[in-house]
């Protein structure tokens, strides 16, 4: 008998050169590698995350899409935000830029994600302290604004990674659950 699987598209969005793509090496694979090239499209991977349980007592998977940053696959990457329940929205901490252009991100998931889906904000390369441009209250204030939760993450050193992950799975499961009682109690 197969165990059925509890599985979860999330999709990782930012600006180019945020570190989407680390990220996401970091937590699938446990590595860094700071030569990866730019996305050009999508790449999907999938994680067990067996620390985090649905209400059936089955570990989550996540089904991982990381989609390009530049602004020429833009319009591309957003076709890979339908059925999405899950978003990472990811800034580097030491280029404005990419943190100033956020709210188009969120803006671009509102309007193509799944109804109920779940964000969580990364701030990346905290490990780069010389070159930050962004305070932590800074980026805190704005994911408060927009009722979503922030990290602050090295996927160089892996410096809370997996920790993002497994709050956004938390957060997709308790969704889950909660629309399913509601579901249930309507019936």
Known sequence: MT??????????IGSAGAGKTCIVKRVAE???DDSVLPTTGVEVDSHKF????????RPVTL?????????????ISRAYFRKAVGVI???????KESFNEIGGWIEDAKSLC???FEMILIGNKCDDIENREIAQKEAQELADMHKIAYIETSAKLGTNVREAFIKLAQNIV???????????RQN
């Open 63 to 75: 089904q991982i899409w990381d989609t390009a940053g530049q602004e020429r696959f833009r319009s």
């Open 50 to 57: 067996e620390e985090v349980l649905d209400s059936t007592g």
């Open 114 to 116: 799944s109804e109920n």
């Open 30 to 32: 446990s590595k860094f």
């Open 89 to 95: 929205l990811v800034f580097s901490l030491t280029e």
């Open 174 to 184: 308790a969704k889950v659950d909660l629309n399913n009682d509601n579901a249930n």
């Open 3 to 12: 165990e059925s699987i509890n599985l979860f598209k999330v999709i990782v």
